[in-house]
């Protein structure tokens, strides 16, 4: 067992991504397009259709001499499974290589947090099978991926290294990837939106009572001394709220919530409905935003990011979005307000199991994205 490396080597998944934007295509149309070796290619090739990677399409015939076989990915015979961890459930479902979910998500609730791995563990049991190519396995909080462990997590409130491994005892030949759920999500967005991953990129994603973010770094989250998401929502702010998990006041993901609203004299209807109805006359609304921009602006005036992508199913609301936007470009340094690209992803929800399959992908077809956490010492033989 080797941790912390890829699951393919580079050039496989360089011929896959390529084959998954632009195939079917021929080995020799690979080789043109990757300056690949012909032999190089044919080799790689070879192993991902072992690998049930990839299928061979019927052969063209273009003039004279050997007629080419388009090669592409095939969606049929390998899956990845994601599996999330979340606050009082986990989840888990299978998705093929088109990113494309098969069957039914599969929940189950957790009654008490220390079940939480027991849970996941049972689960995976029933999801995991011998097409299964690559596990991604999100969760909230901190990672400690070197000791397997989940360091902090708001889905484990009061404990602290829990374990990984009762999973890995179920996922058998199968890699496992592990990554904040952050990550996850940022893995997503740049694979659905076509992204090269070649720039720096701040993802923020919000919701009523939560805030989370990714940074990545030409093409790579930024994992600091450990993995986690960059936990921008516990930015504090000098301003009166209701105690957050972390065990402090004022952090961004407070304010950011209909609790808070309330707190400030607003009555009647949920942070949505505000989004919803939001037309610039509700001050308790105007002094929300305000704060909010105030902390989304200040990281991008220290990252400096290339783009910032504001991931939320309020995103749907236009007069919120536009009065969302305003405030943080009117507190982003004037020098920086023409050359950071805003984009909005309506996403209703971050730590899915779906979108944990989604970073399964990127370890299949974005080497640098994500390292695998497991991979058994025995090779992952074709079904």
Known sequence: MDSNRSIL???????????RTAGPLSRWQ?????????????EHVAELLDLGLVREQLAEARGPGRPRVPVSVDP??????????????????????????????????????????????NLLGKVVNDQTFVIGLSTTGFLDTDGRRILFSSALPGQHAVSLDPLFDVTGNTSVVVEND??????????????????DVLLVYFDD??????????????RGCLIGGNELGHTRLPVETAR?????????????????????????????????????????????????????????????????????????????????LREIRSRVMIELVGRVQFHHWDQAAAATAETAGWLGLAAVYYPNFSRATHIPSAAVEAP
């Open 209 to 222: 009572g939560e805030l989370g973010s990714a940074l990545l770094v030409r093409g790579e989250p930024n």
């Open 244 to 324: 957050c998990y972390c065990g402090h006041t004022g952090c961004l993901e407070r304010i950011l919530s209909t609790e808070f609203l309330e707190g400030m004299g607003a009555s009647g209807g949920t942070l949505l409905e505000r989004v919803v109805h939001f037309d610039g006359g509700d001050p308790a609304m105007d002094r929300m935003i305000e704060l909010l921009a105030l902390g989304l602006a200040n990281p991008i005036n220290f990252i400096r990011p290339h783009r910032v992508v504001l991931v939320s199913q309020y995103a749907r609301y236009q007069p919120f979005m536009t009065a969302l």
């Open 76 to 121: 049929s015979r390998r899956h990845v499974v994601g599996a999330a961890i979340r606050p009082g459930h986990v989840e888990a479902c299978r998705l093929n290589l088109r990113g494309h979910v098969l069957g039914r998500v599969a929940t189950r609730t957790v009654a008490q947090p220390a079940e939480t791995i027991t849970t996941l563990q």
């Open 182 to 199: 952050m990550h996850a999500l940022a893995a997503r967005w740049a694979q659905e939106h076509h992204q090269q991953l070649d720039e």
């Open 30 to 42: 690979v080789h043109k397009r990757t300056r690949l070796r012909p032999n190089t290619v044919g």
């Open 9 to 19: 080597p580079p050039q496989q998944s360089r011929i896959l991504q390529l084959l």
